[in-house]
C-alpha cells in the first residue's frame, strides 16, 4: 500500500542524523491518505494556535475560528477569563456567529436559542410543550482552551499535555521579550494553495531568507550568526535565533525598550509550535501564522501581527507605523507564497526527488521526527 511505503520511509529519516537526512518522501505532501491520518493523529489530537488573547480583550469580545471541521467561539467572559465553546447551536446545529464582535449573549439566527457568554443556555422560544426539553443539559458544548504567553491555544484532546508543560523548555527563552503585552495590530484568513507541510517547512529554516527574501527580511539576515535552540527528540516544538544588523527597519529594540539588555535587543527568536503555529518574536513586534490544511493543496492561515507596548506609546501617527509595518510583512507573505506553492507543484511532478538538507534545515530533519513519531506508529 503507497502510504505504508511512504511511513517506512518517513520512519527510515527520522532515524538518521541530520548531516544523513533529506527532505521527506513527496507522497508526505501528495498523498490523501497520509493527510487523513494527519487530520485525525495530529490535527485532531494536538493544540491548535487560535490567534492572540488582546485581541478579545474586553468582557463580551469574541472571535471566530475553524478548528478542522469544528466551529469555535473564543469568548472573554464578565470574569475575565478566556473559554471556547462550540460555535453550534443545540437545537439544529447552526453556527450562532461569524467573525469579532461584542456581545452579551449569543441568539442562533435559525430560531433564536439563546446563550449567555459561558455557554449556557438561557432562553429558547415555543419549547414548553417538548417534555425532553431541559434548558440546563443543553448549555454549548466546552472545548478545551488555554493562554501561554499571551497566545490562544485550543484542542479537542481533552488528554493533551497542559501548553505551558508542552513548551516549558521554551519559555525561559521567550518570556523576557513580554510579548503578552505586544499589542496586535492586525489579523487576517488567507487560502495558499500548497500543502501545508510545505509552509510548516518553509516558515522553520533561515536557508531561504537571504534568496528569496532578499528585498524584504533577507537583506538584514547575517547567515553565521543564525543558531539553533535545544529542542529533545521528544519535544512538540523547535526554535531558532537570528539577529539583524545596524540600520534594519525591524527587529531591534526601541530605545524605551527596558526589558532587553546586550544582544538580546537585536535577537529574534522564531519557535513552531508543532503542527502548525509559528511566529517570529522580535523586540519591537511579532508575526505570526496559524495553519490547518484544507486539502492535500490547499492550506488556511490565520496571519497575524502586533507590535511592542513602547513601540506602540512613542508613535505620533499610530495608523501610519501600523500600515507601515503591515505592508512591510505582506510584501514577506507574497514571497513565501510563491516559493511554497511552486515547491507543492513541484512535489506533484513525476521526476521531482526530494534532495539532502542543509545544516540551516535542522528544524525541518526535527519537524520529520515529529510527524514519523505520529503517524508511524
Known amino acids: 500500500m503507497a502510504v505504508e511505503r511512504i511511513l517506512a520511509e518517513l520512519k527510515a529519516l527520522g532515524a538518521r542524523q541530520l548531516a544523513e537526512a533529506t527532505a521527506p518522501p513527496k507522497g508526505m505532501y501528495t498523498s490523501p491518505d ?11 489530537a494536538g493544540w491548535l494556535c487560535a490567534g492572540r488573547a488582546d485581541e478579545i480583550a474586553r468582557p463580551g469580545d469574541y472571535m471566530t475560528f475553524e478548528m478542522g471541521p469544528q466551529p469555535v467561539i473564543l469568548v472573554r467572559g464578565k470574569d475575565g ?21 461584542n456581545a452579551s449573549r449569543f441568539t442562533c439566527p435559525y430560531h433564536a436559542w439563546t446563550y449567555g457568554l459561558d455557554g449556557g443556555l438561557v432562553a429558547a422560544p415555543h419549547m414548553d410543550r417538548t417534555s425532553c426539553f431541559d434548558k440546563k443539559e443543553l448549555s454549548l458544548a466546552v472545548i478545551r482552551c488555554e493562554i501561554y504567553q499571551g497566545w490562544i491555544y485550543v484542542t479537542l484532546n481533552g488528554g493533551a499535555r497542559p ?20 499589542r496586535t495590530i492586525f489579523t487576517e484568513e488567507h487560502v495558499w494553495y500548497t500543502n501545508w507541510k510545505c509552509l510548516t517547512e518553509n516558515f522553520m529554516e533561515s536557508y531561504h531568507l537571504p534568496v528569496a527574501h532578499r528585498e524584504t527580511v533577507g537583506a538584514n539576515f547575517t547567515v553565521s550568526e543564525n543558531t539553533f535552540g535545544e529542542a529533545g527528540d521528544e ?3 523547535a526554535f531558532q535565533f537570528f539577529t539583524k544588523t545596524e540600520g534594519a527597519p525591524v527587529g531591534r529594540a526601541h530605545p524605551a525598550n527596558d526589558r532587553l539588555e546586550g544582544d538580546w535587543r537585536r535577537t529574534s527568536v522564531m519557535p513552531t509550535v508543532f503542527p502548525s503555529h509559528m511566529y517570529v518574536l522580535a523586540p519591537d513586534h511579532l508575526w ?15 496571519y497575524g501581527a502586533a507590535l511592542a507596548p513602547e513601540v506602540m506609546d512613542s508613535a505620533d501617527d499610530s495608523l501610519a507605523l501600523i ?26 511532478s513525476p521526476l521531482a526527488v526530494p534532495g539532502p538538507l542543509s545544516w540551516m534545515e535542522q528544524e525541518n ?13
Open 34 to 44: 497520509i493527510l487523513a491520518l494527519e487530520q485525525e493523529r495530529i490535527f485532531g
Open 81 to 101: 477569563a478566556v473559554r471556547a465553546h462550540a460555535n453550534t447551536c443545540r437545537h439544529r446545529m447552526m453556527p450562532l456567529v461569524e467573525g469579532k464582535g
Open 163 to 182: 501548553v505551558a508543560d508542552m513548551l516549558a523548555p521554551l519559555t525561559s527563552v521567550i518570556e523576557r521579550y513580554g510579548q503578552e503585552h505586544y
Open 235 to 237: 519535544d512538540d516544538f
Open 288 to 302: 505570526y501564522l496559524s495553519l490547518q490544511p484544507d486539502g492535500v493543496g490547499r492550506t488556511r492561515i490565520r
Open 323 to 348: 500600515a507601515e509595518k503591515k505592508a512591510f510583512l505582506d510584501k514577506v507573505q507574497v514571497e513565501d507564497k510563491h516559493v511554497v506553492e511552486g515547491i507543492f507543484n513541484g512535489a506533484m
Open 365 to 377: 530533519h526535527q519537524f520529520a521526527r515529529y510527524l514519523a513519531r505520529h503517524l508511524c506508529d
